[in-house]
């Protein structure tokens, strides 16, 4: 069974950092583009940043300049380090990855079960 584990979530002041890390746990898998979503309190599900297996990077406007998403493509992980959080940042992380397990294969969507990020002074 396929497992995204995410980590690195908790309580920030305004202001400040915290970098979240998501790990493929099938290692027989490749892994396609990766993504981290996050949902508030309330709202739907958004997506907040996504890095190609090529190293290339979008992001939502809402968090461009504060936000950095990388990965590992040996490690099978992805992060996104957090950076000026403020308080509409709150939200539930979602770490998301395409896998594949042949090249021109289907490729499949998975998701982690989340890590709670909470700003507040």
């Known amino acids: 069974q396929v497992h995204l584990v995410e980590s690195g979530g908790g309580l920030v002041q305004p202001g400040g950092s915290l970098t979240l890390s998501c790990v493929v746990s099938?290692?027989?898998?490749?892994?396609?583009?990766m993504a981290w979503y996050r949902q508030a309190a309330g709202k739907q599900r958004e997506l907040v940043a996504v890095i190609t297996s090529g190293g290339s990077a979008s992001y939502a406007d809402s968090v461009k300049g504060r936000f950095t998403i990388s990965r590992d493509n040996a490690k099978k992980m992805a992060y996104l380090q957090m950076n000026s959080l403020n308080v509409d940042d709150t939200a539930v992380y979602y770490c998301?990855?395409?896998?594949?397990?042949?090249?021109?294969?289907?490729?499949?969507?998975?998701w982690g079960q989340g890590t709670q990020v909470t700003v507040s002074s």
């Open positions: 998301n990855a395409g896998l594949y397990a042949r090249s021109g294969g289907p490729v499949s969507d998975y």
């Open positions: 099938e290692t027989a898998l490749r892994v396609n583009g």
